[in-house]
Each structure stands twice: as structure tokens, then as C-alpha cells.
């Protein structure tokens, strides 16, 4: 059985890539067989973070289109046997992907034996993000701890429960979970940004993981390492986590409390 | 304002603002979700006939349809200023 997940969000810039990597390779490094796809088509962006842009040769489009076979256009990983990445098109326009040609790749993906399928959405509601959505079996709403972002996250819930196959089918629903990043505990605790309770609590739905934000994020995509790989990095092993509750696995929230200043520095600030 | 007090001034607790704006708004949406599309231009037109007559603010107006055992009704209301004494 391959199940399909859906890394989302509405709100642009807030981790869904970044989350697409680190989740896609914590799958690999547990032994799944995984693709993950960029749908933000005339955004490529994935390749970068997973470090295989030179060696995009056809994308996602073409294989839609006919003009390679899946097997061409799949990148295997340099480091993981396991795992392939899916490029977006760089030129096409979005009309290029269509629902049917998107439900072909998926199912070939299926037959070929892959146990998980991680569709990078693009940002907004339109047809890139709905089509990204739409074969979901679970969706990781990546929201981050603003008002723009946890609104955002809400309309993308609807559009989970309405506009994807599992909801137009009386399936069941789209298993929806909550990754919270760019989170900030010294922030939370001086009041000034929402807690995961808060964002928890105004959405409704379960937090998978919260991820800190921190500067390993960039250094790691800028060598074009996903962050999870990075051995010292807190976002790396916040994802780590992330994967094993993914996968059914019970692990303690971690990261949630900011760094215990010296007494020094509380009673002189700083 | 004693002396000391600048000692015990704190930022606004700015994250709670947040999660109560959301909490109303995102309540909002949600009850307008599936519901007809017409909802949005319904509220916005009766908003307009009713301040022909009292004004009311935007704020005022609200506009929901409940679902139970296979009936819609649409609810309506619409909080009227307070009368000054
Ligand atoms: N946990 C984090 N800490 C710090 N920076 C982050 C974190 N997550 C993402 N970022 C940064 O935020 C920016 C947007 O991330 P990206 O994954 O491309 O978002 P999206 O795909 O949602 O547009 C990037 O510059 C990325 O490095
Ligand atoms: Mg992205």
C-alpha cells in the first residue's frame, strides 16, 4: 500500500519544502521506499534543498506529458538508496499538470512498489495547491505560530475536507495533522508570539511535531543538505521525531522551552 | 502612577490578541464553510438596507446556516447599538 502526503499550508514561505525534505528523507532513513514531488510548477525549488539540481534532467511535467518515462525523471537520492525526487517544470505554464496526469504518476509510483509519496505543495489555494492535495491520504498542514499563517492553515482544512478524492469519494477524510515550525520558545514565553497550545487550540487539530526555528535551517539548505541530516541541528532532530509519530510512534515533545538564561543575564538582561 | 511602576510595565502580552482575533474569525469562516456562496453578498446587502435605518457596524451583522436532521435555516442577527441614556 502506498500512502500519499500532502505537505501544505496556504501560506507561502512558512517550511512546507523544507518539511517535504526532511520528512521525505526521515522516511528513507527508516527503510521506506519514497518519492517526493514538487508541485510548485515554474518554481522548482525542491531539487535545491535536497541537493540534486544538476542532475534534473526531465521533470514532472514531461512524465505527464509523455515526454520521459517516470523512471527517467525519477532522481535517486545520493545518499539514500530508497528515496527519489520528482522535479517541477521550470517552464511550463500550471495549466501543464492536470488531475488525470497527476493520478497516472501516482499510480505508477504505487505499482512500482513505493510504501510513501510526499507532494510538496506550492502556496495559495489555486489549482496547484488543490491538485497537490487532491489523492492525499494524510495532509501536514505546516503552519507557523501568526495570524496570517494559522488563518491560512484553516482554509486549507476545508479544502481538505471538501476537494480531495477521499472527501468527494466518502472515503473517509484526510488524515490532518498540525507541523508547527518556525517556533520560537523564547518568543512564547515573553509573550510574544502564540504557544503550539494556542495554535492547537484555535485549529482543533493534533501537532505531529513543532519544529524551532533556527539558523541550522539555512545552513543546511544551503549546502543542500535536508536539515534532518544535520547530526547537531534541534530542527533536524525535531523532524526526527516528527517522522516517528508519523509512523506511529509515541516520542516526547522536545524544544518546547527556551534555553535557561544564566543569572547574570536575567538579572541584567540580554 | 507610584514611582516604581515603569519597574512592573511589561510588554502586552501581544500573543494572546492573536489567538483571540483567530479563535473569532477562524469560528467565522468555518460556519460559512459549505455553506451557499451567496452568503458573503446576503450579509453584505442586508448590512446596507439596515443601516438605511440604524447604524449598525459591520461588526454587527451576523449570518450562519445551521444544519440538523436534513434542515437548513438561515440564521440572522444583527446586534443593535447601544442607546445612549
Ligand atoms: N525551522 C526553521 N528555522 C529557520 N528558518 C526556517 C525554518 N523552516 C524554514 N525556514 C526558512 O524559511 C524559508 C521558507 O522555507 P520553505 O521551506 O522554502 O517554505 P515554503 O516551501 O513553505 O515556501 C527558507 O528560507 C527556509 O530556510
Ligand atoms: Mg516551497
Known amino acids: 500500500m502506498t500512502e500519499t502526503i500532502v505537505v501544505t499550508s496556504g501560506k507561502g514561505g512558512v517550511g512546507k519544502t523544507t518539511t517535504s525534505a526532511s520528512i521525505a528523507t526521515g522516511l528513507a532513513q527508516r527503510g521506506h521506499k519514497v518519492a517526493v514531488i514538487d508541485f510548485d510548477v515554474g518554481l522548482r525549488n525542491l531539487d535545491l534543498i535536497m541537493g540534486c539540481e544538476r542532475r534534473v534532467v526531465y521533470d514532472f511535467v514531461n512524465v505527464i506529458?509523455?515526454?520521459?518515462?517516470?523512471?527517467?525523471?525519477l532522481i535517486k537520492d545520493k545518499r539514500h538508496e530508497t528515496l527519489f525526487?520528482?522535479?517541477a517544470s521550470q517552464t511550463r505554464d500550471k495549466d501543464s499538470l492536470t488531475q488525470e496526469g497527476v493520478g497516472n504518476v501516482l499510480e505508477?509510483?504505487?505499482?512500482?512498489?513505493f510504501d510513501y509519496v510526499i507532494c510538496d505543495s506550492p502556496a495559495g489555494i489555486e489549482k496547484g495547491a488543490h491538485l497537490a492535495m487532491y489523492y492525499a491520504d494524510r495532509a501536514l498542514v505546516v503552519v507557523n505560530p501568526e495570524v496570517s499563517s494559522v488563518r491560512d492553515s484553516d482554509r486549507i482544512l476545508g479544502l481538505l475536507a471538501s476537494k480531495t478524492r477521499?472527501?468527494?469519494?466518502?472515503?473517509g477524510a484526510v488524515q490532518q495533522h498540525l507541523l508547527l515550525t518556525r517556533y520560537n520558545p523564547a518568543r512564547v514565553e515573553a509573550g510574544e508570539m502564540m504557544s503550539v497550545k494556542d495554535v492547537e487550540e484555535v485549529l482543533g487539530i493534533p501537532v505531529l511535531g513543532v519544529i524551532p526555528e533556527h539558523e541550522s535551517v539555512l545552513a543546511a539548505s544551503n549546502q543542500g543538505v535536508p536539515v534532518i541530516l544535520e547530526e547537531s541541528s534541534h530542527a533536524g532532530?525535531?523532524?526526527?521525531?516528527?517522522?516517528?509519530?508519523?509512523?506511529?510512534e509515541e516520542r516526547p515533545m522536545r524544544f518546547l522551552d527556551a534555553p535557561k538564561k544564566g543569572f547574570l543575564k536575567r538579572v541584567f538582561g540580554g | 502612577m507610584g514611582i516604581l511602576d515603569f519597574l512592573k510595565t511589561r510588554p502586552k502580552n501581544t500573543a494572546n490578541i492573536a489567538r483571540e482575533r483567530l479563535r473569532i474569525i477562524?469560528?467565522?469562516?468555518?460556519?460559512?464553510r459549505g455553506g451557499p456562496d451567496y452568503l458573503p453578498l446576503l450579509r453584505s446587502e442586508l448590512?446596507?438596507?439596515i443601516k438605511k435605518?440604524?447604524?449598525?457596524?459591520?461588526?454587527?451583522?451576523?449570518?450562519?446556516?445551521?444544519?440538523?436532521?436534513?434542515?437548513?435555516v438561515l440564521e440572522l442577527s444583527v446586534t443593535l447599538p447601544e442607546v445612549k441614556a
Open chain 1, 65 to 73: 506529458q509523455g515526454e520521459a518515462a517516470l523512471r527517467q525523471a
Open chain 1, 85 to 87: 525526487v520528482l522535479a
Open chain 1, 108 to 113: 505508477a509510483l504505487a505499482q512500482d512498489g
Open chain 1, 166 to 171: 477521499r472527501a468527494e469519494r466518502g472515503d
Open chain 1, 237 to 248: 532532530h525535531a523532524y526526527t521525531d516528527a517522522v516517528a509519530r508519523l509512523l506511529g
Open chain 2, 26 to 32: 477562524v469560528a467565522q469562516e468555518r460556519s460559512q
Open chain 2, 47 to 49: 448590512l446596507a438596507v
Open chain 2, 53 to 72: 435605518y440604524v447604524n449598525v457596524d459591520p461588526e454587527a451583522v451576523l449570518i450562519n446556516v445551521e444544519r440538523d436532521s436534513g434542515q437548513e
